[in-house]
């Protein structure tokens, strides 16, 4: 059974094909794994194959299409009705001669929908270049449009409950970061404080599960702290080093990103001047934020609040998160960047990063809040500082 009541994701189905209209598309293909979990509930570890959803405005219900193996995946999981669950044979799945989009392709003819203004996913991760060229062959007929970021749009806003699973992710996020702290130190591979990460993760709390993230244990230490995506060896902690740590709560593959910075001995001056510097910064922009600010606005108040310093960061100050799978929990609409006119409205949950990685130092804390009517809520309650050992 799917994890939210079938009037949500008719609700969410509804806002979909809303924007379709708006964008001149009849029939929309969506591939990417947390839009299709969004608007039917599928849930499998499935998307290492191409499979889709259609959402087409003449038809109440999408239509689910994937390996034959996983359609009972789909009966499981999602409230679609079984004649709406359609599976491809398994001699289509990583083949020369044959490609899954041509039977997609086959079951849009036996729809009617062969001469319709077709949306595709253009820019995700798990449509290829050849599922369009394939598409394009099959349906000659069909004028193609793209609607790379048409569902992620309608997943800006959280329902309420949306927002109830993003606060349990940020439960499992505060055991997960204290996991890392308490195991973190001298002499600790870093593979087995990743393993303790990890398990802290998938447990999740006494009273419900962790689940997997969309971005495994980000763990940074000794030179590796001048670089951000960096995972972990069977090297061992050593003293007068910084750890680090990007990671994540999940619930129901809702995410609750969460960083900090560990030091392991006393801190130098540098380090411990740009903690102070990034921690005043991060607060006053936090202090900044409450809906109908625009995106581009809360990080240029992040600049205006650390001009005093030396310190300049260069990528984005954050992003929007929700529901993801791998290999990103990003959203793909907002960035907290120059240009991003996007204005703020209650339940966008946003993920605030102000990482620094430069020669001389490293460090990490981050924000994950949710807008509310008034300015912003944490997802999780855990203390805004550098952690030293």
């Not at 079938?6 to 969506?30: C, F, N, P, S, W």
């Not at 086959?106 to 062969?114: L, P, S």
């Not at 204290?178 to 130190?185: E, G, S």
């Not at 005093?308 to 992003?319: A, D």
Request: hydrophobic share 35%; net charge negative.
């Amino acid at each position: 059974m799917p994890v939210f009541e079938i009037y949500e994701y008719r609700e969410r189905i509804k806002k979909t094909k809303k924007r379709m209209e708006d964008a001149g598309i009849d029939l929309l293909l969506v591939s990417q794994p947390a839009n299709m979990n969004y608007l039917t509930g599928y849930d499998g570890w499935s998307f290492y194959v191409h499979q889709c959803i259609l959402v087409s405005l003449d038809q109440e219900e999408p239509i689910w299409i994937g390996r034959g193996m996983d359609a009972n995946g789909a009966k499981i999981t999602t409230f679609l009705k079984h004649e709406n669950i359609i599976q491809y044979a398994d001699d289509y799945v990583q083949s020369d001669v044959k490609h899954p989009m041509n039977f997609v392709a086959d079951v849009i003819k036996q729809r009617g929908w062969g001469k319709k203004r077709i949306g595709v996913e253009a820019d995700q991760f798990y449509f290829t270049h050849r599922c369009y060229a394939e598409l394009e062959k099959s349906l000659p007929n069909a004028i193609f449009k793209d609607g790379n970021l048409l569902v992620n749009r309608v997943r800006l806003i959280k329902s309420d409950a949306e927002i109830d699973f993003m606060k349990k992710a940020g439960k499992i996020a505060e055991k997960v970061m204290k996991t890392a702290i308490d195991t973190i130190d001298v002499g600790v591979r870093e593979c087995d404080a990743a393993a303790a990460i990890a398990h802290a993760q998938y447990s999740g709390t006494e009273e419900y599960a962790g689940d997997y993230p969309a971005i495994v244990p980000l763990m940074m230490a000794g030179e590796a702290t001048k670089t951000p995506h960096l995972t972990w060896s069977e090297r061992e902690y050593k003293r007068d080093e910084a750890v680090l740590l990007e990671l994540s709560g999940v619930y129901r593959h809702y995410h609750a990103p969460i960083a900090r910075t560990i030091y392991i001995g006393n801190p130098p001056k540098l380090m411990q001047e740009t903690s102070e510097v990034v921690l005043e910064g991060l607060q006053k922009t936090l202090d900044y934020i409450k809906p109908g600010v625009t995106a581009e606005s809360v990080e240029e108040k992040w600049r205006e609040a650390i001009a005093h310093s030396t310190i300049v960061k260069e990528s984005r100050l954050g992003y929007s998160i929700g529901v993801n799978y791998p290999p990103d929990w990003g959203e793909q609409t907002v960035s907290i960047r120059p240009g991003d006119k996007t204005e703020l409205r209650p339940n966008m949950c946003l993920h605030l990063i102000p990482g620094i990685w430069y020669e001389e130092v490293g460090f990490e804390v981050d924000a994950t809040i949710r807008i509310t009517e008034t300015g912003y809520e944490s997802l999780y309650d855990f203390p805004l500082k550098l952690f030293v050992k």
